[in-house]
């Protein structure tokens, strides 16, 4: 089954991409406080009217888990067989909260989670790109919890965090003993003032003091270089201004020879941002094509007679490139024929919803995934770049560097392209920098508008 939309009509699904984040900041979003304690004071009125005895409240989740995933086989499994696997075993919210996370992992799903009281209030706050914290990103990896991504201007930047840095521990607490979530709390509790971070960078033990701030997000950034090539850097797709914000950087760059947008890290945010900025710059063409339970098929098109982007258009991604990042980055490339230079990206393309239980509780659960508009399903495999490359920092940024050498080809030489690319596949086996670049155009701040 299928069914075209146009925006026009997206926003009635918006409620399938409430949140596409694989990675945890270190901050929740908190609007006013005004809104907040009315939002805090609803939901303590809510939960005195919704509970329910934990045991209850394991059996709704088992229901609607069964009724709204987006896998009608449930990983191929009997999901009857979890109806009464733990009531004998639940008599208080923390058993209910152990029985539903093993009954979500039996999916093999880590987007879908069970959320406390307090995980149920930050995401059903509206992203409106305003946050409590620190300003850095987290990532698990093999060896541990790695700083991902860096807010400027934050108190994680004012304070010279740097990106890969390992955290080790907050407050004295090993962070083992924690997950993503959970550090998340730690590190956006106001009351607390500031936490005490212990890292370990090349090798050397480093403790920093940092303050817990209220932080404004600057969703993007641009400039434009003195070979006239404008940069637009994108945060995430956050908030209520995205759209707005770039569409503004569309038309103040309208003049320049050629667009570099970078997704690097980039993880996402509220999935219509990301699909209506795709709609800026593409005219009648598939944005993306949802698919919900029972293969269900919405298509996304960009609305009729409005102009292309008539210039090249070069995509910075990285392995953490994710979700409504992937979008953009995945519809550009197959409707413009943007070239992506840098690394594979992260493979998220499944939606989630936030769904209510009692208890002032509920799910965030996968009921759906995307498919870019040549059809391709990047689930844990990512957008393959058009020019593979390292960041290969002890020369500077150099993704961003042939990112402005491959603009250059692109308007100066077209026909060249193909060499360039092959070329490229040599560097990065070699990494021989000196050798292989012919070109370096480095961003001018000059022309900083």
């Known amino acids: 089954m299928a069914e075209e939309l146009n925006l026009k009509r997206i926003l009635f699904f918006t409620v399938m991409g409430a949140i596409m984040l694989s990675g945890v900041y270190l901050f929740v979003d908190t609007p006013t406080v005004q809104k907040e304690n009315k939002f805090d004071k609803f939901l303590s009125e809510m939960n005195q009217k919704q509970k329910i005895a934990p045991k209850r409240l394991y059996v709704n989740a088992w229901r609607k888990i069964r009724n709204e995933y987006y896998d009608i086989s449930m990983n191929n499994q009997d999901w009857y067989r979890w109806r009464y696997k733990y009531l004998n075993q639940i008599v208080t919210l923390d058993d209910a909260d152990v029985a539903i996370n093993t009954m979500l992992a039996s999916l093999n799903d880590q987007s879908s989670v069970f959320l406390r009281t307090e995980q149920y209030k930050k995401q059903k706050v509206v992203m409106d790109a305003h946050i409590t914290g620190i300003g850095a990103n987290l990532k698990q990896i093999k060896d541990g919890v790695v700083i991902d991504n860096i807010i400027k201007n934050s108190p994680a930047d004012?304070?010279?965090?740097?990106?890969?840095?390992?955290?080790?521990?907050?407050?004295?607490?090993d962070v083992k003993k924690f997950d993503l979530a959970s550090l998340a709390d730690l590190t956006s509790d106001k009351s607390k003032k500031k936490i005490k971070l212990k890292i370990k960078r090349n090798g050397k033990l480093i403790e920093k003091e940092i303050n817990i701030a209220d932080i404004n997000i600057k969703n993007m950034e641009y400039y434009i270089s003195d070979d006239n090539i404008a940069y637009v850097r994108i945060e995430n797709f956050m908030g209520n201004n995205a759209v707005k914000d770039f569409d503004v950087i569309l038309q103040k760059t309208n003049g320049a020879k050629g667009l570099i947008i970078d997704l690097r890290n980039n993880y996402g945010g509220i999935l219509t941002n990301a699909i209506n900025m795709a709609d800026l710059m593409i005219s009648d063409s598939l944005i993306v094509s949802l698919e919900s339970r029972g293969n269900y098929y919405f298509r996304i098109f960009a609305e009729h007679n409005k102009p292309f982007i008539d210039k090249p258009v070069v995509?910075?991604?990285?392995?953490?490139?994710?979700?409504?990042?992937?979008?953009?980055?995945?519809?550009?490339?197959?409707?413009?024929?943007a070239i992506i230079v840098g690394e594979q990206t992260y493979g998220k393309n499944t939606i989630q919803k936030v769904i209510p239980l009692q208890n002032m509780t509920g799910i965030l659960l996968t009921t759906g995934k995307y498919i870019l508009p040549k059809g391709e399903d990047i689930y844990q495999t990512g957008l393959t770049p058009d020019i593979a490359i390292p960041n290969i920092t002890k020369f500077g940024d150099t993704q961003l560097e042939i990112a402005f050498e491959t603009i250059d080809i692109l308007v100066n030489h077209p026909q060249e392209l193909g060499e360039y690319i092959e070329e490229m596949k040599k560097y990065n086996i070699f990494h021989n920098k000196k050798s292989k670049l012919k070109n370096i155009y480095r961003i001018k701040k000059t022309k900083l508008i």
Do not use: W
């Open 315 to 337: 995509i910075l991604t990285n392995n953490s490139t994710a979700s409504s990042a992937e979008i953009l980055a995945g519809t550009l490339r197959d409707n413009l024929g």
């Open 158 to 173: 004012l304070k010279e965090l740097e990106i890969g840095d390992f955290l080790l521990k907050i407050n004295d607490v």
